[in-house]
């Protein structure tokens, strides 16, 4: 079997790789459109064949922010149905590419929240599932995907005892992601303050949200009526549109609910926009936080799974 990024001449032969299981995927128009802005790149696909220019028995696509060569999540892994060991092909299909990034990103899957009770979307994950864990994405997280549309919910009211400024300075949105990652249930929050510390972590998360379609302008912090820092919110977008980029609060302001009066205010401020829909993540184990997104109108519609490398360990 032979082991390679893609290149342009293998188009239509990626095009033929079609998935028809429960699961996400990069379908035909995805990767074009993909390819086009730069979210994937030939050298972030890889696959397997038996021979050059033979049937492909294994892609990985890999997405990344427009601009940005380094490959940020495993979108989609396809293994032909005529392989026998799909998850053993899978696992060093990954291996191979990682070994060429010098890094091994995450794998985010997308399924019905009822996937478990889906004999067929249970078989999509299953393969899958044991191709990451082998190449190393051995740490496993549930996220709850909930989405908010204006035929479903009302527009909430602004906060009547906060007070919402941005900020160009992107310090002053470092120093506040650093208080409010203190004590968060967020999982991942956890484990980058864990290994790489409270300021780089926070620095990170500034740089990957500035990367984001969404626009920096938008960012907020909350302050109370005595001038001090609340929390954090984050309207912004991703490619498939509005989401509910991040919010927090500051440990020192929890337990008033001031949770609701942040959600409210990037709600509010995409609805102003004229947005129909948005969409927003939370770890499955981020009891608060999934019921704010209830309590707001929002509804849960989908599962993310995220399978990736322990850091702890790596």
């Known amino acids: 079997m032979r082991f390679r990024p893609a290149v342009e001449d293998d188009l239509d032969r990626l095009l033929g790789c079609v998935v028809d299981e429960s699961i996400s995927w990069s379908h035909p128009d995805r990767l074009l459109s993909f390819l086009e802005d730069g979210a994937y790149g030939y050298d972030r696909i890889w696959l397997a064949e038996d021979e050059p220019g033979g049937e492909i028995k294994a892609r990985a696509v890999w997405w990344s922010f427009p601009g940005n060569d380094r490959p940020f999540a495993l979108d989609c892994l396809y293994v032909a149905p005529s392989v026998t060991d799909r998850a053993g092909l899978a696992a060093e299909l990954l291996t191979r590419a990682h070994d060429a990034f010098g890094e091994s990103p995450a794998y985010h899957v997308f399924v019905s929240g009822g996937w478990r009770d889906d004999p067929k979307a249970s078989e999509a994950i299953a393969w899958r599932w044991e191709a990451a864990g082998r190449a190393g994405l051995t740490d496993e997280l549930e996220r709850l995907r909930y989405e908010w549309t204006a035929d479903e919910a009302e527009v909430p009211e602004p906060s009547d005892r906060l007070v919402f400024r941005g900020d160009d300075d992107d310090e002053a949105f470092v120093a506040a992601f650093m208080r409010v990652a203190a004590g968060t249930l967020d999982h991942h929050t956890r484990q980058a303050v864990a290994t790489m510390g409270a300021q780089a972590q926070a620095r990170e998360d500034v740089s990957d949200y500035k990367q984001m379609p969404g626009e920096r302008a938008w960012w907020r912090l909350a302050y ?91």
Do not use: C, W
Not at 255 to 279: K, S
Not at 289 to 304: C, T
């Open 224 to 314: 109370d009526k005595a001038g001090e820092l609340v929390g954090v919110a984050l309207p912004s977008a991703n490619n498939g549109g509005p989401v509910v980029g991040y919010l927090g609060v500051v440990p020192e302001q929890r337990g008033h609910g001031y949770v609701n009066d942040l959600l409210a205010e990037i709600t509010r401020f995409h609805a102003e926009r004229g947005v129909r829909r948005i969409v927003a993540d939370t770890d499955a184990g981020n009891v608060p936080m999934a019921r704010a997104f209830e309590r707001a109108g929002y509804r849960n519609f989908a599962i993310r799974l995220v399978l990736s490398a322990d850091p702890v360990n790596a």
